[in-house]
């Protein structure tokens, strides 16, 4: 009950004037206000635009021996961020990586939210056995260490795109899972979802219209910190080789380009650089919402 | 055929320290139109018994003993999950004493009543969101399209609590249960409230169960009233009736310790003596007899049953007020 009381409604506070696209504003306009989520979405749209207008700024396919070997940044107009130990165009290569993390990295994270969520919210509106049983299926995952386990699930079955996307979201949910229990255990005791059933709502009507609403905004804000997770997981896979052999990633120039790491540090230096700034955007944007939807340090 | 007619309800709470019997044979009847209050202190088991009615007891711990809640002729007790779930916000409705709790925080109030209709009426979302706002309108809401897009929070106490009635009304129930309906707001609302509650009865001829602690709200709006103590009610009858002829000794005591404007300066407040018994452990025989003055040796041997005292009222004592002894050693 005392978790109850303390679990003030997240959105309500934040969304404060009117219908639903004046609350879309006024939340718009408080997450541009908080400093971390404003450099975060800076960030993310600089990504953004290099996998979307970069593809025309620099077309072709990633793999094409475009110019000579090993060419350094601005040593030829032609190249402007060199070439790879096989003559690749590194600009092509990242324009390449920038849409398969964003692609990865969102589709992935969106599949562990939502079988994260609904593990989570059977779990926390029932309780009793459904609950057990969910929570230890849940410590497996958990108990198991997340990367391996990813490794494990990419190389039974054929490394593509669909495969690591699902292998990270098989390994990403159970904090979701836990949040979203969570969530429900305390809200299921508020008054209101007593109230919605002396209304005569079944079970799922109250899951899915009257509490969900109320336990999104701290999954919204964890969602975003597991793209960042989500990304890096990807690139690691792809570093060692077990990404989609038909796309080029972040993680596979990295792979590649180890070799020369001494003499042609850019190689690995420009995907590297690449995947900090999107993880930081992500993790920043993860941050920012988690202080504009959590009522309690809004206030600071 | 009663509105509602509750026969010796049981209700029975599993504790770790052991089952506490809530509602230990509650007698209660509601007619169409009625106002019907149902009065005691905290614990004495009327919440309870409202959220009995509606089969809404916790689980697993609450649940129903014995008795019957005949509602329309309807055993619903008796009723499967599917069947009252259709009777609940449908043909019973209840509204509670916060309404900021009771209100989804992040639905509007519209969506809200939307969502009430919906549930039992084929209506499309626009005809629902329609009749949401003239809903809104007839509990007094001004400009209620633009309320119907606010939020529970934008709203003041006494318009959260007409907001409430709104959504409780979507159906319009035949009987409406108030727990508490104004005791979280202040006494201006709180008289508009019970203003706006018996002109909708007015006008609906729904019955109302209003269950309070506060006895100047039963001696404004409610037609009847039962008292309730330790889980049974103790006494019951018109309002006026009751007021004047108090015949149970708790009732007596309750309205003697209202009664302060005839204290002298330097006396002391009127008050029943001892406390109300643990449910875990009730006494033998009367719950009231550790507490009343004119106890007998029958009153701890044996519990009185509700019967008839005077025309209008009914009391569960052996020796009610008005004429001792005699009577009811002849009943």
Same mark, same amino acid.
């Given at each position: 009950?005392?978790?109850?009381?303390?679990?003030?409604?997240?959105?309500?506070?934040?969304?404060?004037?009117?219908?639903?696209?004046?609350?879309? #504003?006024?939340?718009?306009?408080?997450?541009?206000?908080?400093?971390?989520?404003?450099?975060?979405?800076?960030?993310?749209?600089?990504?953004?635009?290099?996998?979307?207008?970069?593809? #025309?700024?620099?077309?072709?396919?990633?793999?094409?021996?475009?110019?000579?070997?090993?060419?350094?940044?601005?040593?030829?107009?032609?190249?402007?961020?060199?070439?790879?130990?096989?003559?690749?165009?590194?600009?092509?290569?990242?324009?390449?990586?920038?849409?398969?993390?964003?692609?990865?990295?969102?589709?992935?994270?969106?599949?562990?939210?939502?079988?994260?969520?609904?593990?989570?919210?059977?779990?926390?509106?029932?309780?009793? #056995?459904?609950?057990?049983?969910?929570?230890?299926?849940?410590?497996?995952?958990?108990?198991?260490?997340?990367?391996?386990?990813?490794?494990?699930?990419?190389?039974?079955?054929?490394?593509?795109?669909?495969?690591?996307?699902?292998?990270?979201?098989?390994?990403?949910?159970?904090?979701?899972?836990?949040?979203?229990?969570?969530?429900?255990?305390?809200?299921?005791?508020?008054?209101?979802?007593?109230?919605?059933?002396?209304?005569?709502?079944?079970?799922?009507?109250?899951?899915?219209?009257?509490?969900?609403?109320?336990?999104?905004?701290?999954?919204?804000?964890?969602?975003?910190?597991?793209?960042?997770?989500?990304?890096?997981?990807?690139?690691?896979?792809?570093?060692?080789?077990?990404?989609?052999?038909?796309?080029?990633?972040?993680?596979?120039?990295?792979?590649?380009?180890?070799?020369?790491?001494?003499?042609?540090?850019?190689?690995?230096?420009?995907?590297?650089?690449?995947?900090?700034?999107?993880?930081?955007?992500?993790?920043?944007?993860?941050?920012?919402?988690?202080?504009?939807?959590?009522?309690?340090?809004?206030?600071? | 055929?009663?509105?509602?007619?509750?026969?010796?309800?049981?209700?029975?709470?599993?504790?770790?320290?052991?089952?506490?019997?809530?509602?230990? +044979?509650?007698?209660?009847?509601?007619?169409?139109?009625?106002?019907?209050?149902?009065?005691?202190?905290?614990?004495?088991? &009327?919440?309870?018994?409202?959220?009995?009615?509606?089969?809404?007891?916790? &689980?697993?711990? +609450?649940?129903?003993?014995?008795?019957?809640?005949?509602?329309? *002729?309807?055993?619903?007790?008796?009723?499967?999950?599917?069947?009252?779930?259709?009777?609940? +916000?449908?043909?019973?409705?209840?509204?509670?004493?916060?309404?900021?709790?009771?209100?989804?925080?992040? /639905?509007?109030?519209?969506?809200?009543?939307?969502?009430?209709?919906?549930?039992?009426?084929?209506?499309?979302?626009?005809?629902?969101?329609?009749?949401?706002?003239?809903?809104?309108?007839?509990?007094?809401?001004? $400009?209620?399209?633009?309320?119907?897009?606010?939020?529970?929070?934008?709203?003041?106490?006494?318009?959260?609590?007409?907001?409430?009635?709104?959504?409780?009304?979507?159906?319009?129930?035949? /009987?409406?249960?108030?727990?508490?309906?104004?005791?979280?707001?202040?006494?201006?609302?709180?008289?508009?409230?019970?203003?706006?509650? &018996?002109?909708?009865? /007015?006008?609906?001829?729904?019955?109302?169960?209003?269950?309070?602690?506060?006895?100047?709200?039963?001696?404004?709006?409610?037609?009847?009233?039962?008292?309730?103590?330790?889980?049974?009610?103790?006494?019951?009858?018109?309002?006026?009736?009751?007021?004047?002829?108090?015949?149970?000794?708790?009732?007596?005591?309750?309205?003697?310790?209202?009664?302060?404007?005839?204290?002298?300066? *330097?006396?002391?407040?009127?008050?029943?003596?001892?406390?109300?018994? $643990?449910?875990?452990? /009730?006494?033998?025989?009367?719950?009231?007899?550790?507490?009343?003055?004119?106890?007998?040796?029958?009153?701890?041997?044996? $519990?009185?049953?509700?019967?008839?005292?005077?025309?209008?009222?009914?009391?569960?004592?052996?020796?009610?007020?008005?004429?001792?002894?005699?009577?009811?050693?002849?009943?």
């Amino acid at each position: 009950m005392k978790a109850a009381a303390i679990s003030v409604s997240p959105l309500s506070g934040v969304l404060s004037v009117g219908g639903p696209a004046r609350r879309g #504003w006024a939340f718009a306009q408080r997450l541009l206000r908080n400093r971390s989520a404003l450099i975060g979405l800076v960030l993310l749209a600089a990504v953004l635009a290099l996998a979307t207008a970069g593809r #025309w700024l620099f077309p072709g396919d990633p793999w094409e021996m475009a110019g000579a070997p090993m060419l350094w940044p601005g040593q030829e107009a032609d190249h402007p961020l060199g070439t790879d130990f096989m003559g690749r165009d590194l600009a092509t290569g990242l324009v390449s990586g920038a849409g398969v993390s964003l692609l990865i990295g969102l589709v992935s994270t969106v599949l562990a939210a939502l079988v994260g969520t609904a593990v989570g919210a059977l779990g926390g509106y029932y309780r009793g #056995w459904v609950d057990a049983a969910l929570m230890r299926v849940t410590e497996v995952f958990q108990t198991v260490p997340k990367f391996v386990l990813a490794v494990v699930l990419v190389a039974i079955f054929k490394p593509s795109v669909g495969t690591v996307v699902l292998a990270i979201g098989a390994v990403s949910w159970p904090p979701t899972a836990r949040l979203v229990r969570s969530e429900f255990l305390a809200l299921r005791e508020r008054e209101f979802v007593l109230a919605a059933r002396t209304l005569g709502m079944g079970d799922a009507r109250l899951i899915l219209t009257q509490i969900l609403p109320n336990a999104l905004p701290p999954v919204v804000a964890l969602a975003s910190l597991s793209v960042a997770t989500a990304i890096q997981t990807e690139a690691s896979l792809a570093f060692l080789g077990l990404g989609d052999p038909n796309v080029m990633s972040w993680g596979t120039i990295i792979g590649g380009g180890r070799e020369q790491v001494i003499d042609a540090w850019y190689i690995c230096g420009l995907p590297g650089a690449a995947i900090v700034l999107t993880v930081l955007g992500f993790n920043l944007l993860g941050e920012g919402l988690n202080d504009v939807l959590n009522p309690h340090l809004r206030e600071r | 055929m009663s509105l509602l007619d509750i026969r010796d309800l049981q209700v029975a709470f599993d504790t770790r320290a052991g089952v506490v019997q809530a509602v230990n +044979g509650v007698n209660l009847r509601v007619e169409r139109g009625e106002t019907m209050a149902l009065v005691g202190e905290s614990g004495s088991g &009327k919440s309870v018994t409202a959220y009995a009615i509606l089969r809404l007891l916790a &689980k697993p711990a +609450g649940r129903i003993s014995g008795g019957q809640v005949l509602f329309q *002729g309807t055993d619903l007790v008796q009723l499967d999950e599917r069947a009252i779930r259709a009777i609940r +916000g449908n043909r019973i409705a209840m509204i509670f004493q916060e309404p900021l709790a009771a209100l989804n925080p992040v /639905l509007s109030i519209g969506r809200q009543i939307t969502e009430a209709i919906r549930l039992h009426r084929d209506a499309s979302p626009r005809a629902a969101w329609e009749q949401a706002v003239e809903l809104l309108d007839r509990v007094q809401i001004p $400009s209620p399209r633009q309320r119907a897009q606010d939020y529970p929070h934008q709203l003041s106490g006494g318009m959260r609590q007409r907001a409430m009635i709104a959504i409780a009304l979507a159906c319009e129930p035949d /009987l409406l249960i108030a727990d508490e309906p104004t005791t979280a707001l202040d006494v201006t609302t709180q008289a508009q409230i019970l203003a706006l509650l &018996k002109q909708l009865q /007015l006008s609906t001829g729904m019955g109302l169960l209003l269950i309070t602690h506060d006895l100047g709200v039963v001696a404004e709006v409610a037609d009847r009233a039962a008292v309730m103590y330790a889980g049974r009610v103790v006494e019951e009858g018109g309002v006026n009736a009751l007021f004047a002829n108090p015949a149970h000794p708790y009732t007596q005591g309750l309205l003697a310790s209202l009664q302060m404007d005839r204290l002298r300066a *330097g006396e002391r407040l009127p008050e029943i003596a001892g406390t109300v018994p $643990s449910l875990l452990d /009730l006494p033998e025989g009367c719950a009231f007899a550790p507490r009343c003055g004119q106890a007998h040796r029958l009153c701890r041997a044996e $519990s009185p049953r509700l019967g008839p005292a005077g025309t209008a009222q009914r009391v569960a004592c052996f020796f009610p007020m008005a004429e001792p002894v005699a009577r009811s050693l002849a009943a």
